[in-house]
């Protein structure tokens, strides 16, 4: 996954973060279109894909899965969202206090238990991968940080794929080696 090159502030990434759907929405260019997918007899017949550009980023998003266009467009949000915590690293990554972010989901054995279908998933991703950019790579002062072992800062990364894919980007270009799927 290309990162995107533009010029913004965390506050700016956080921001649509954590927008509503309508004010998110607002600030895309929205396509439906038909797709292939499921359906039999319906399919091809109505425009329920959706395609989201999000104007002020240049990322862009699509779900095509189901045959609502509403489902289809709140699981395009979502990854929308996704894309923005992942690609966009602002130039002053790391001012999130990544602890406090995160401290509601840490036990008291010192596991981090937060589902990726939780609302608060991508800004903890994107504070994340902002502090292993912040320390080049490297999850030690980011897991101490958090309060956590590494591997519990691996596995966060590991529920969202382009996420895993993106810290080892990030070691790779600090000469580290990349993280291992356990």
Request: proline content about 3%.
């Amino acid at each position: 996954m290309e990162k995107k090159a533009i010029d913004i502030t965390t506050a700016q990434r956080n921001e649509w973060l954590v927008a509503e759907d309508p004010t998110l929405l607002n600030a895309c260019a929205i396509d439906a279109y038909r797709a292939s997918g499921p359906g039999g007899q319906k399919r091809n017949k109505t425009s329920s894909a959706v395609r989201l550009r999000h104007a002020p980023s240049g990322l862009m998003v699509i779900s095509e899965e189901s045959r609502s266009q509403h489902a289809n467009k709140r699981v395009a949000l979502r990854r929308l969202r996704m894309a923005i915590a992942i690609r966009l690293r602002p130039r002053d990554a790391g001012i999130v206090d990544l602890a406090a972010l995160t401290r509601s989901y840490v036990t008291p054995d010192g596991r981090l238990r937060l589902s990726d279908r939780n609302d608060d998933f991508p800004m903890v991703i994107a504070a994340i991968l902002d502090h292993i950019h912040l320390n080049r790579g490297s999850l030690k002062e980011v897991a101490e940080s958090i309060g956590v072992s590494q591997s519990q800062v691996i596995r966060i990364l590991l529920s969202e794929d382009a996420a895993f894919a993106e810290a080892n980007g990030i070691r790779e270009s600090n000469g580290l080696t990349r993280l291992r799927r356990t």
